[in-house]
């Protein structure tokens, strides 16, 4: 029986909608079982399932925490659930709360695994070819980032493309201003000179970012802090397209009839751009199954999110990262 625990706080939509996605997703999976936790009056959802225990907390962590300020929330309920992930009674831990305080968090309680030189946030993107995902990271974790870290997110990418994404020997490559070798920030240049003596990692040189979604390429390494401009800036054009295609549709009587003629193909479209199905970032690299979703999380992003975790726990990708980096030690 695999456990996660749920950090039911820090959501835009509040414990009532996660509730939902939580409920949704244990009806489908009768192999999993939740602690929640969080305000008890807010959770009467949960009241009476025999699979869900609830630690009641009304404290919230603040959006905006340091590390002084999270250490100093022990009964937050983002530190409770990071908590039980450390104790041992659970396997994973969920939040939509506080991007920084669970970094923080998880960095502090769990600690990286050894070998690890820092955690990268790892999130599938989607790609031209259907069904097929781009696995990035890091995304934010950090902001800067050494050459050692940027070859560990490469481990840790791979890990994640072959155990989760189902990739046999994923293709990896350096997110970069240009294709050729001599391209990108120093660290991205001394990575590249380490990556391509790497003989168990299909290394394949830099992309840029308006190739890294063609579906050719599955994992793509970047620091932190370009890493995240990528994420938000993939984000708002989608957004953006979304919005014109809508527009485009509603000028006149011909280009609504023109929506009924391609209809099929405009809702494959939403559905292949639709993040919420991705089930949010994970912390890769840490002595635990982490995953930070979207702070405006619905049920429908939630019961990804849930269903996330149980994949990882099922596929035990914390051991593996520990023997691949135990490996690479020796």
């Given at each position: ?50 699979r869900i225990e609830i630690v009641d907390t009304k404290e919230v962590l603040p959006m905006e925490t340091s590390v002084v300020k999270f250490l100093r929330a022990k009964n937050s309920s983002m530190y409770k659930a990071i908590e039980l992930v ?245």
């Amino acid at each position: 029986m695999i456990k996660v625990a749920v950090d039911m706080m820090g959501s835009d939509l509040g414990p009532e909608e996660l509730a939902k996605g939580v409920l949704d997703y244990l009806a489908e999976d009768k192999e999993m079982e939740v602690i929640a936790v969080g305000d008890e009056s807010r959770l009467g959802l949960f009241k009476g399932n025999p699979r869900i225990e609830i630690v009641d907390t009304k404290e919230v962590l603040p959006m905006e925490t340091s590390v002084v300020k999270f250490l100093r929330a022990k009964n937050s309920s983002m530190y409770k659930a990071i908590e039980l992930v450390k104790e041992g009674k659970a396997q994973a831990v969920v939040t939509a709360g506080s991007t920084g305080g669970f970094l923080t968090g998880s960095t502090i309680l769990l600690k990286n695994v050894e070998g690890v030189k820092r955690a990268g946030f790892c999130s599938p993107f989607p790609t031209l070819v259907k069904g097929k995902s781009a696995y990035i990271l890091d995304i934010g974790a950090s902001n800067v980032n050494t050459a050692e870290e940027l070859v560990g997110f490469a481990r840790l990418g791979k890990i994640y493309a072959e155990l989760i994404g189902g990739i046999k020997n994923p293709s990896v490559y350096l997110l970069s201003n240009g294709v050729e070798e001599g391209k990108g920030l120093d660290e991205s240049k001394q990575a590249y000179a380490v990556l391509k003596q790497q003989k168990d990692i299909n290394f394949k040189g830099n992309t840029e970012a308006r190739d890294s979604l063609s579906g050719e390429k599955d994992v793509i390494v970047s620091s932190g802090y370009p890493g995240n401009i990528f994420l938000k800036a993939s984000e708002g054009m989608a957004l953006m397209m979304q919005t014109l295609i809508k527009r485009a549709f509603k000028k006149n009587i011909f280009s609504k009839i023109g929506y009924l003629m391609t209809k099929s193909g405009i809702k494959e479209m939403k559905e292949t751009m639709d993040y919420k199905k991705t089930g949010g970032a994970i912390l890769l690299g840490i002595n635990g199954v982490a995953i930070k979703t979207h702070g405006n999380s619905n049920a429908k992003f939630f019961y990804y999110s849930m269903k996330l975790a149980n994949k990882m726990v099922r596929a035990d990708i914390v051991n593996v990262i520990k023997k691949e980096f135990a490996t690479n030690q020796e």
